[in-house]
């Protein structure tokens, strides 16, 4: 079965320093990796995706994610974080035979000025 | 592009009534929606799948009559929510798939949500 943690429920970091958001995963064959970001009372916006290619995925306000496959990690990645970023953050992976996705718990992220 | 949208953003209504949320996606034809049902701080459950022109497939534990889902269009799905009682008040969410050169390419877009509450 398909799965993916995300073992920090919250992260806390200042203004200007680099964040990390954690996601690893369990899938049976070939990953296909998802952030997502939700802001209060607000849907999921899509942040970028892992299909194929380069481990090191570029996608939306600066963020970027690196799938690692020896560590089974999606972590994402942002050099300089914005207290704009504060937010909850899901990782998720699809399952291709149904197409739904299988969110992890998310990650709230909080930036501080 | 990939805008998703749901009306309303925001329902209140009286226990025993019947809700109907609206999921449209704007620019662009999604064969695909889901719906998913969203506690406070929590994750994301999926209710079901809707697929145009057919029945929609419901996950383990959701009740389809209460639940009911119809996607009549390549651009619209409804969720009607029957019988509301003070349990189902929950953030609503849905979400359409646009469709890549490969499956794999596929990309799920959510719509903002809705927030319904029965009193």
């Known amino acids: 079965a398909q799965s993916v943690a995300q073992p920090e429920d919250q992260v806390n970091v200042a203004e200007g320093n680099p964040l990390t958001v954690k996601c690893t995963y369990s899938?049976?064959?070939?990953?296909?990796l998802f952030w997502y970001v939700q802001y209060p009372n607000r849907g999921l916006q899509f942040l970028l995706k892992?299909?194929?290619?380069?481990?090191l995925v570029k996608g939306s306000y600066g963020f970027e994610a690196e799938f690692n496959k020896s560590q089974t990690s999606f972590h994402l990645k942002k050099p300089s974080a914005l207290v704009s970023d504060s937010a909850l953050y899901f990782c998720?992976?699809?399952?291709?035979?149904?197409?739904?996705?299988?969110f992890g718990t998310g990650t709230r992220l909080q930036v501080f000025p | 592009g990939a805008v998703v949208s749901q009306h309303p953003s925001w329902v209140i209504c009286k226990s025993g009534t019947s809700v109907k949320i609206e999921c449209r996606s704007l620019?662009?034809?999604?064969?695909?929606m889901f719906w998913y049902r969203q506690f406070p701080k929590q994750s994301l459950m999926l209710m079901a799948t809707?697929?145009?022109?057919?029945?929609?497939?419901?996950e383990q534990g959701v009740e389809k009559d209460k639940f009911l889902i119809n996607h009549a269009s390549l651009t619209l799905s409804t969720l009607t929510v029957t019988s509301a009682h003070p349990e189902d008040s929950s953030f609503y969410i849905c979400?359409?798939?646009?469709?890549?050169?490969?499956?794999?390419?596929?990309?799920?877009?959510f719509g903002p949500g809705t927030r319904l509450t029965v009193l």
């Open positions: 998720a992976v699809r399952d291709i035979s149904t197409d739904k996705l299988i």
């Open positions: 979400s359409a798939i646009i469709r890549g050169r490969l499956p794999y390419t596929d990309t799920q877009y």
């Open positions: 809707s697929n145009e022109g057919s029945k929609a497939t419901y």
């Open positions: 620019d662009f034809q999604a064969t695909t």
């Open positions: 899938v049976s064959g070939n990953p296909y």
């Open positions: 892992y299909i194929t290619g380069d481990n």
